[in-house]
C-alpha cells in the first residue's frame, strides 16, 4: 500500500482532500491531507514570514516525523510549487508525483512567474490591509482564508530534476470558465514519456468537480 501526502492550492485546507482521503485509507492505503501553515484552521500561524519555503518545511516535516519512505506527493494549483520543493529537499522519501491542474516549477520559477496576468491580478486584488495576504475570491468555498503573498512570489530553489522519482502524474482540468493558465504545460507534458497526463471534464476543482476520476489517477499512481 501507498502513502498518500495531499497539498491543497492556495486559500484553501487539508478539507479539500477529506472525502478523498477516506477512499484511500478505505483502500488500504494512508493518507495525510495537510493545511499549510497560515492557511485554513492553521490561519493563527499567519504572518509576515511565512512563504514557500515555510510550507516545503510542512510536507518534509510530516515526511520525516511519520517515517515516511514510499510518498506520493499530490498538489493542487499552487501546491504544485509545494511538492516540488518538498521531493527536492527528501527525495530518498519520495517515490512519486501527482499535479491536479497545477504549476511545475523548475529552479528559479514563482507561482508568480508560472500563471498568467488573470491570476496575478487575483493574488494583488485581494492584498489585505496587513499588506503581506490574499484574500480568496468571492465564489470560493466560505471555508477558504486568505493566503500568505510570499509564498504565491518566493521562487523556488530546487537540487535535482523530477527525473528521480518512479512515476509523474499530471491532472488536467478541462471545464475552466476561460482559458486555462495550464494548457501549456499540459500539452508539453503530453509530449514526454516520462509523464502521464490526464484529461478530465471538470472545473478547477478537481476534487470536487471529478472525485472518482481523480481517485483513479491515484490508485494507478500508488
Not at 477529506?18 to 499549510?36: C, F, I, K, S
Not at 518534509?60 to 518538498?86: E, F, K, P, R, W
Not at 490591509?129 to 530546487?158: C, E, I, K, N
Not at 508539453?188 to 514519456?193: I, M
Request: proline share 6%; glycine share 10%.
Amino acid at each position: 500500500m501507498t502513502t498518500f501526502v495531499l497539498i491543497p492550492g492556495a486559500w484553501h485546507g487539508a478539507w479539500t482532500f477529506e472525502p478523498l482521503a477516506r477512499q484511500l485509507r478505505d483502500q488500504g492505503h494512508q493518507a495525510y491531507p495537510l493545511t499549510l501553515t497560515g492557511v485554513g484552521d492553521r490561519r493563527h500561524l499567519l504572518t509576515a514570514s511565512v512563504n514557500l519555503d515555510t510550507h516545503i518545511d510542512d510536507v518534509v516535516n510530516l515526511l520525516t516525523d511519520q517515517q515516511i519512505t514510499d510518498a506520493v506527493l499530490v498538489g493542487h494549483s499552487y501546491g504544485g510549487m509545494v511538492i516540488t520543493g518538498a521531493a527536492d529537499r527528501v527525495p530518498e522519501r519520495v517515490s512519486g508525483l501527482v499535479y491536479i491542474d497545477a504549476v511545475v516549477p523548475e529552479d528559479g520559477d514563482s507561482c508568480w512567474s508560472l500563471v498568467t496576468d488573470h491570476e496575478r491580478a487575483w493574488y494583488l486584488d485581494g492584498v489585505g490591509a496587513t499588506g503581506y495576504t490574499s484574500a480568496p475570491l468571492p465564489f470560493f468555498d466560505p471555508r477558504a482564508t486568505p493566503h500568505p503573498l510570499a509564498s504565491l512570489l518566493q521562487s523556488v530553489r530546487l537540487e535535482g530534476g523530477l527525473d528521480r522519482y518512479r512515476s509523474r502524474d499530471y491532472v488536467y482540468a478541462t471545464g475552466w470558465d476561460g482559458p486555462s493558465p495550464f494548457t501549456q504545460l499540459y500539452e508539453r507534458l503530453q509530449g514526454d514519456p516520462a509523464w502521464r497526463t490526464h484529461a478530465v471534464a471538470s472545473g478547477h476543482n478537481v476534487m470536487r468537480d471529478a472525485p472518482d476520476e481523480l481517485l483513479k489517477v491515484l490508485t494507478a499512481a500508488a
